[in-house]
């Protein structure tokens, strides 16, 4: 089961029916984790979930507990944060950048997955040379369901999607596969397609035509429910989080390393992502 979470966080809302609305100040210590454009069930994440979450409640303190979900979309992240008052989540970088001003989030930490994903794209193709082979063709890609992030973020004005006929695909497999299929030229994947491409069938003349700069990891955001005290607290912790005890817990969820983190650190895309 090791490292099962670094490709079940972004899988699925959990079956479960959604717990009553939370009154502000009530209730355990909530803690969502969404990330998006993976693979595989969450389902089977739960248990080891909860045991992450009850190690960082007697960590830090939490009287009344924590409670730990998965969540497999920006709206379902919203609805859970209107509905549930969390006090952290854990975010895919293009998750934080779109949801940080709506509700006041603040950087405390970053996590380093044992597993990549996110922190680096690619344009890859068959027959392209190069990025200028890749204009004015189709391009498919998963990623594009926030052409802010693509454009600002990734792309930092190398290219528009507006360059090419684009092609939205719904799995990363899918988007791999519009190229063998000849249905697109190019496609845009992030460093986890990336490192796949070996393993795919017909895939050994399919490379990398552009490449970004690497980006930040995933996020570990505070919500105004948190005080600045248990905010602090929080942030103390995330280095112990995974030491000793904690270790084997976090490698079970695929969590290579948790560290402090502040909004300097996020300062750079949060400014070429804008408001």
């Not at 890609?141 to 006929?165: M, Q």
């Not at 996020?219 to 607290?233: L, Y």
């Not at 996020?266 to 070429?272: L, T």
Request: proline content about 7%; hydrophobic content about 50%; some cysteine.
């Amino acid at each position: 089961m090791k490292r099962f979470l670094a490709l079940a966080w972004p899988a699925a809302v959990l079956a479960a029916a959604p717990a009553p609305t939370a009154a502000a100040g009530e209730g355990p210590v909530r803690v969502f984790v969404l990330r998006e454009h993976g693979v595989s069930s969450a389902t089977v994440a739960q248990p080891y979930l909860d045991k992450f979450v009850a190690l960082a409640a007697a960590k830090n303190g939490w009287r009344r507990g924590g409670q730990g979900v998965y969540l497999a979309s920006r709206a379902a992240a919203e609805e859970y944060a209107q509905g549930q008052d969390p006090h952290y989540a854990i975010l895919s970088l293009p998750a934080f950048l779109a949801l940080r001003a709506r509700y006041r989030l603040e950087v405390v930490g970053q996590v380093t997955l044992s597993l990549p994903g996110g922190r680096r794209y690619h344009l890859v193709s068959r027959d392209a040379a190069d990025l200028a082979g890749c204009r004015g063709k189709t391009l498919a890609s998963d990623h594009l369901g926030d052409p802010r992030f693509v454009e600002r973020v990734v792309a930092r004005g190398a290219f528009a999607l507006a360059d090419f006929t684009v092609q939205p695909t719904r799995r990363p497999l899918q988007t791999v596969r519009a190229v063998l299929d000849g249905k697109a030229a190019c496609a845009l994947v992030d460093d986890a397609q990336m490192a796949d491409l070996p393993a795919i069938p017909g895939a050994d003349g399919v490379r990398a035509v552009w490449s970004s700069a690497e980006l930040p990891p995933m996020v570990v955001a505070a919500f105004p429910a948190a005080s600045a005290e248990e905010r602090a607290t929080f942030q103390s912790n995330l280095v112990p989080l995974c030491d000793e005890e904690g270790k084997k817990i976090c490698e079970e969820v695929g969590i290579v390393s948790l560290a402090p983190a502040t909004a300097a650190d996020y300062a750079a895309v949060v400014d070429a992502y804008g408001s």
